[in-house]
């Protein structure tokens, strides 16, 4: 789960931060954002839990857009200067708003269910057992229940 976040946050943070022009940029964003909130979903899938992947991927959406609702309302967003998209809290709140979702996934949706383990059927045996030196023996019974 986390090795999947780190390849996905990984391709997003490169990319934006490579300076390519917005038209190449919008692609690696996009699959890395996507890598972002479906692989989990995935993972959880392949595991066995189903039920967990759409709460997955409500975590994954709700946490960071509230991240970055929070950090606009702490920051100020008022005016954006040159087109600038994030003003001085929003991208603060968004990487909050990433790391705890990614947090909460892996720590509370991120377990497998317990294996039950099989009683072993009860056994019952017995064994002889000889002294060094020839002259006592007994017969041990032991078993296992």
């Not at 991240?67 to 003003?87: E, H, I, K, N, T």
């Amino acid at each position: 789960m986390l090795v999947s976040d780190a390849a996905s946050l990984t391709l997003v943070a490169a990319e934006a931060a490579s300076g390519s022009d917005n038209s190449g940029r919008r692609g690696a964003v996009t699959l890395g954002g996507l890598g972002y909130v479906l692989a989990p979903a995935i993972i959880h899938i392949v595991h066995g839990r189903a039920a967990m992947a759409p709460a997955s991927v409500g975590i994954r959406l709700f946490v960071p857009v509230a991240g970055l609702l929070l950090g606009s309302a702490a920051g100020d967003c008022r005016s954006p200067s040159d087109g600038d998209v994030f003003c001085h809290g929003a991208a603060p709140g968004l990487l909050v708003g990433l790391a705890v979702a990614s947090a909460l996934d892996a720590g509370l949706f991120s377990w497998d269910n317990p294996q039950i383990e099989a009683r072993a059927t009860p056994e019952l045996g017995f064994t002889p057992v000889f002294s060094p030196d020839g002259k006592r023996a007994e017969l041990r019974a032991y078993g296992t229940f």
